[in-house]
């Protein structure tokens, strides 16, 4: 059984690692399209605009002459960290399951590490919605892929510090 929680942890971990990853790199936080072929979407490093089947992406700049996208360079940040935090969550998880399983350091920084990647990840949306969640309310745009990967990975690493938490806990376990 508990070998079983420490698999799915690990698993758990892998996934919400790949999650983040793909929630840094997607192009897709936010997005409009209409009845007529008018596509627009933006992510945290490019705004892609088409009609049709042409589409044309730019990069987004990092800093302005008017600082107007300092909440995308916080957004940036918070979740790169996230992505990081999340990558030494998998990487310590797969070490106290298959290597060291009797050490309390490992289950520790696995537990730690999942927690502040959860934050991380959670500060970098709220701020993503705070600056624009108006364009959502009003229903001319919907959030995108990498928004909802985002928030999943956020979910996904509070469960899997809950599980590697159970699961340090359990009775046979040295810590």
């Known amino acids: 059984m508990k070998q079983n929680i420490a698999f799915a942890g690990f698993g758990l971990s892998c996934l919400n690692a790949l999650f983040s990853i793909l929630a840094l790199a997607l192009n897709a936080w936010i997005e409009y399209s209409d009845d007529d072929g008018r596509y627009q979407s933006s992510g945290l490093w490019k705004s892609c605009t088409g009609y049709r089947s042409v589409f044309r992406c730019v990069e987004i700049l990092p800093v302005l002459p008017v600082g107007k996208h300092g909440q995308i360079l916080a957004v940036r940040a918070f979740v790169a960290m996230g992505m990081l935090l999340m990558l030494g969550a998998a990487v ?75 699961h340090g806990r359990m009775p046979d376990s040295p810590a």
Do not use: E, N, P
Request: hydrophobic share 55%; aromatic share 22%.
């Open 92 to 166: 310590t998880a797969g070490v106290r399951v298959f290597l060291m399983k009797d050490k309390r350091i490992i289950y520790l920084a696995t537990v730690g590490l999942s927690i502040a990647a959860g934050f991380c990840l959670l500060i970098g949306f709220a701020t993503y919605v705070s600056f624009f969640g108006h364009y959502v309310s009003t229903g001319s745009f919907r959030y995108g892929g990498g928004f909802a990967l985002c928030v999943i990975a956020w979910l996904f690493s509070w469960i899997q510090a809950g599980v590697f938490f159970v």
